[in-house]
């Protein structure tokens, strides 16, 4: 449990223009002075357009998007070890980069962590789809979405407001992507620092900020005397109601575990198997998988690479060993179905195996710098 | 100050041109998923996967004489060879480049005297240019297809978003039917297969003609080695039972270049040969071509080109050697440039670098032969003018008479010429088998003969009894 | 025809191979289904291994080593014991069951109870059946 303020950005531009009023953007423009760069998304485009941008300027904060629902690109991927970062991310992102620093790729010092609060990403091509044929809009019509008490909204440019249920979309196999609804951490507390527009006046444009470690509050420090951000004491009415939200949409995400993992762990062994081997039948060895996996940084001397993947075995090596490797560290992210041409739904087994293990032993991959993976562990072993 | 930069591309694989973001940091070239991308919403196959390694194998210096020289050296003794050629020339393209540089690559043409062409490979000619102007189909064709017929062609294999475009038209209720030699995956998106021996795919084609939906889609492959007799079959059958073919083609903008109204190789690549030999043709501009890396017979084609007066090659990505009299002019990688492009369902798409590529290089060529070549966005108004107009045009199939089979054992479905193996780079997954045969088949004939290949290396067909069995689907 | 079990066991080179050693000089009567792949240390037995054995058509696979505490390289038996543990829950979410996997300690000195292990988990492999992967003709 961290400490909880209320921010806004000092500047009146970035006030008016950030989103929730701007206080990532102050942050950002802040922390620039103490780190070498900041990597985050700027939209290109439509909602659904973006790219990986770094700042090393405060020109241009004002382009920074914090939560485009409709872009999932895997920060993670643009830490470099030795390079002191500052990077705004979704609990996702921050998981995998913890997962990361265990495995010496990153440096926890080196890096600031600012997580955004997360309800869910959407699938870009199929969101656009869906705008054409549900609503007749083009999606280039679209200048903001947002995704707010159990709806989906999208507020065209000519000022139309769209709406619908996530739970009506998700059931007609549109909505979230799969992986975001069953992902159980929304406020990412991994972070240094947690934003979000959760338990915040509707009416008023300010972040609520969650502060996790010294390293955060320096940065709000340095923020807020630099006139970067201001904040307050967060009303305790609207604190609660933000614990509130994030229990209801984690409750949401366990009854979409239970319908989406469930069925396959109340398999038989032999049938699971079966299951697993016919998921896997179309792959067609492009390792598109592992090069969007944000955890898996081996490179070209990772062992899920050096078998052949034409091994002619029942399950390839590839797969039997990126599931060993990932039952101890996948955060589903969901970036390996993705990614994968065929339409495997690979994140799903994954998350078989990882929520399995968790399960069993409560170790969640990519919660805290302290955990040993399981594979790495030296210690004593009790009972034996 | 680090630097970052995203470039908005598209694959050139292969004609369907996927999207994907190129990044570049700190002199370490990337690729990012581009998951708004209609094509393919960001999934990429192995060789989308490995296009930093393709874009890594630059031709960065202009060569003469088989020494490296400066550009304007380069350019200079490139006019001066092809001014005093003999007889006639030919610029040839492989429609790995945009449309603007394949429209300013015909105007130098023009000006220059020489015939321009794609090479798109020897099968072509069979039913000419025409086949490929009567293809023209709305876009998202596969979306509105109501039967698609696969006609030797192994989507996972070759074309893999194609694959995956066709897994999820098949689960709208469009019926998918293959013939040919069975693939290892077509069962996850076919509803029905006849399989058969390579040379007797015409055959099953035309005894296939009883049971075909009228207006169906039929999806041909169209590379460097393809059959003629089946591509003149799939053009008869369209114009049999009004239906529509969709040439998938290795190489990124063919759609592009058949719009400008550039030729398909009269004979194909053999007949460009037999004419050099022949000492008919003496010049030849080459652009973005992957003649001496991956053209089966290079022995052959490399000695024909050293009679050239003239050989101009224009190119990005490096190949392991080039005949000593080639004038080797280096072009900016293919997501540096700017310009359209036009995929296989005929989307017109945009390639967002900085880059004029060919067009910069051409026009300095042109202009130290004494013609002028118009500023680029002169060049891509006309080109895109050209284009709309050429697929307003409504084109309905007419029949060919079919040209013979080629009278050998016929290729192994296994060494189907991809992506991965037009641009050298072989596909992990047959790693071994695609290799070994990828290795007899260089030093051979393009078609793979049982007798050269080790005993080890199984054609895929020979092993599976159904193909020696009457046609008829099965499961 | 009966089942004979198809059995790989991953031996330490200073305890637990010295007691199949023990127990072949010893004359100690154990079934023949075992084969032998021996290591310098168990920590050195990759959960990699394990995986491809049962790949390649494994019915159960021993994991065996020096007691706790008798490692010749101090603790490398400490990562086998985690890997063990971990490699269970991997087997029984594939589906293959960790039943199928077993985790020993012999020391040089225990011949007997090599044997007496090699015979146990013969018999419970036995009673398994043939590995889900065996079945499906691979």
Redesign the interface.
């Known amino acids: 449990m961290g400490t909880e303020y209320w921010g806004w950005a000092g500047e009146a531009h970035l006030r008016e223009h950030g989103e929730s009023g701007g206080a990532v953007s102050g942050l950002l423009a802040s922390v620039l002075s103490s780190y070498d760069e900041v990597i985050v998304i700027r939209k290109t485009g439509t909602v659904f357009e973006a790219e990986v941008h770094t700042l090393d300027s405060p020109q241009g904060i004002a382009r920074v998007q914090g939560a485009l629902h409709a872009v999932s690109i895997e920060l993670s991927h643009y830490l470099q070890l030795g390079r002191k970062t500052a990077i705004v991310l979704k609990p996702c992102e921050a998981r995998a980069v913890i997962e990361n620093i265990k495995r010496n790729h990153v440096r926890r010092e080196d890096v600031l962590l600012i997580g955004l609060n997360c309800g869910g990403t959407l699938p870009p091509v199929k969101t656009k789809e869906y705008l054409r044929s549900q609503f007749g809009v083009s999606p280039g019509d679209i200048a903001k979405e947002e995704i707010a008490k159990g709806n989906l909204i999208f507020f065209t440019t000519d000022g139309q407001e769209l709406s619908r249920s996530i739970d009506e979309l998700e059931e007609a196999g549109y909505g979230r992507r799969e992986s975001c609804r069953y992902c159980d951490v929304k406020i990412p507390s991994m972070c240094d620092i947690a934003c979000g527009n959760w338990g915040t006046p509707a009416e008023k444009h300010i972040t609520f900020l969650e502060v996790f470690t010294d390293a955060g509050a320096a940065a709000l420090e340095a923020a807020v005397d630099g006139g970067y951000v201001s904040v307050s004491e967060p009303g305790e009415k609207l604190a609660a109601v933000r614990k509130k939200i994030e229990g209801i949409m984690v409750k949401m995400a366990k009854g979409w575990q239970e319908k989406m993992l469930g069925p396959f762990m109340a ?8 299951a ?2 016919a998921a896997l039948a179309p792959c067609i060895g492009c390792y598109a998988c592992r090069k969007a996996c944000p955890v898996c940084k081996c490179g070209d001397d990772c ?1 899920c690479f050096q078998a052949d993947p034409d091994d002619q ?3 390839s ?1 590839f797969h ?2 990126r ?2 490797h990932l ?2 560290s996948c955060v589903g992210c969901g970036q390996c179905s993705d990614a994968c041409p065929m339409e495997i739904p690979l994140a799903h087994l994954h998350q ?2 990882a929520k ?2 968790e399960g ?2 409560g170790y969640k991959p990519g919660m805290s710098c302290g955990d040993i993976p ?2 790495s ?5 009790e009972g ?1 | 100050m680090i630097s970052l930069k995203v470039t908005n591309s598209h694959c050139p694989g292969c004609s369907l041109l996927c999207g994907v973001q190129m990044i570049e940091r700190e002199g370490l070239l990337d690729v990012e998923f581009m998951k708004d991308c209609d094509i393919n919403s960001g999934k990429l196959c192995r060789f989308g996967i490995e296009l930093a390694r393709y874009y890594g194998e630059l031709q960065t210096s202009a060569l003469a004489g088989g020494r490296e020289v400066s550009y304007e050296e380069a350019v200079t003794l490139a006019a001066k060879a092809l001014s005093s050629s003999r007889g006639a020339g030919v610029a040839l393209c492989t429609g790995d480049a945009t449309t603007e540089e394949l429209y300013a690559l015909s105007l130098f043409a023009d000006a220059a005297g020489l015939a321009t062409t794609l090479g798109l490979g020897h099968h072509m000619h069979a039913v000419g240019l025409e086949a490929f102007h009567k293809t023209v189909t709305h876009p998202d064709v596969l979306d509105h297809a109501q039967m698609i017929v696969l006609v030797d062609i192994d989507p996972a294999y070759q074309y893999p978003l194609l694959a995956r475009r066709l897994m999820l038209v098949r689960e709208q209720g469009t019926t998918i039917v293959s013939i040919g030699p069975e693939k290892e995956h077509l069962s996850f998106y076919t509803d029905a297969r006849y399989p058969c021996h390579p040379s007797r795919t015409v055959d099953a084609l035309r005894a296939f003609v009883e049971h075909a939906m009228p207006h169906a889609l039929y999806v041909v492959p169209c590379g460097m080695y393809g059959d003629a007799a089946l591509t003149a079959q799939v053009n008869n059958i369209c114009a049999a039972t009004s239906s529509r073919a969709l040439f998938v083609t290795d190489f990124a903008n063919v759609r592009g270049g058949l719009a400008l109204g550039m030729e398909s190789l009269s004979h194909g690549i053999d007949g460009l040969v037999a004419s050099i030999e022949a000492g008919d043709v003496t010049s030849l501009v080459l652009v973005e071509s992957p003649l001496f890396s991956s053209y089966l017979d290079d022995a052959r084609f490399w000695a024909a080109c050293e009679t050239l007066d003239a050989l101009v090659v224009l190119q990005s990505h490096r190949c392991e050697a080039y005949p000593p009299n080639a004038i080797v002019l280096p072009l900016p990688p293919f997501y540096q440039r700017k310009g359209t492009l036009r995929n296989v369902c005929n989307r017109r798409l945009v390639l967002s670098g900085e880059a004029e590529g060919a067009v910069a290089v051409l026009r300095d060529l042109g202009a130290a032969m004494g013609h002028g070549l118009s500023p680029f966005d002169a060049v891509a108004k006309e080109a895109r003018s050209l284009c709309d107009a050429w697929y307003e045009t409504v084109a309905t199939f007419t029949p060919v008479e079919l040209p013979p089979q080629a009278g050998v054992e016929g290729p192994c479905h296994r060494y189907v010429p991809n992506p991965y193996l037009v641009r050298g780079m072989p596909n992990p997954r047959s790693k071994r088998v695609g290799l070994d045969l990828y290795a007899v088949a260089k030093g051979k004939e393009r078609y793979v003969i049982r007798e050269d290949v080790a005993e080890d290396v199984v054609f895929a067909y020979e092993k599976d009894p159904r193909y020696t069995l009457p046609l008829q689907p099965y499961e | 025809m009966t089942f004979e079990p198809k059995i790989i066991a991953f031996l330490c080179n200073w305890c637990s191979y010295g007691a199949a050693d023990m127990a072949g000089t010893s004359r100690l009567q154990y079934p023949p289904n075992v084969r032998i792949i021996r290591f310098m240390c168990s920590g050195r037995i ?3 291994f394990v ?2 054995a049962f ?2 058509g494994a019915d159960g696979v021993m994991m065996t080593g020096c007691h ?1 505490g008798d490692c010749h390289y101090i ?1 490398g038996n ?2 086998t ?3 063990y ?2 490699l269970k ?2 087997l ?6 960790s039943e199928r996997l077993t985790l020993a300690w012999c020391s040089a000195a225990e011949g007997a109870k090599f044997a007496q292990t090699v015979a146990d988990f013969t018999e419970q492999i036995r009673r398994l059946g043939p590995s ?2 065996k079945e ?1 003709g ?1």
């Open positions: 398999m038989e062994p032999k049938e699971r198997l079966d697993i081997h062992k075995l029942p399950i090596m039997a060993v599931f060993l039952m101890e078989l195996f399995a293990y069993r032993t399981p594979l562990r030296g210690d004593f072993p034996y | 990759d959960p990699n995986i491809e790949l390649r706790i603790d400490y990562k014991v985690h890997r543990e971990f829950d991997y029984d979410t594939l589906g293959i069951g889900p992967f499906r691979q």
